[in-house]
């Protein structure tokens, strides 16, 4: 993925996150992805599938195309 990219959308997962009042653990948890993943996730660290982008988007309650509308 684009590093540009991949820190846009690891920005917005951290936002989105702190908006609906989820710690890290609470995303883990609502999304099935491990808490020391969500932290990679948000510091663009790892890359994502499009299967962890479908949980998180999940978790928040939100669309795929939702959540990518950024």
Known sequence: ????????LSRRIKELRKQKGFSQDDLSFHSNI???TIGNIETAK???T????YKISQAFEMSLSEFLNF
């Open 34 to 36: 491990a808490r020391s």
């Open 50 to 53: 499009f299967t962890k982008l």
């Open 46 to 48: 790892n890359d994502l």
């Open 1 to 8: 993925m684009d590093k540009v990219l991949l820190q846009n």
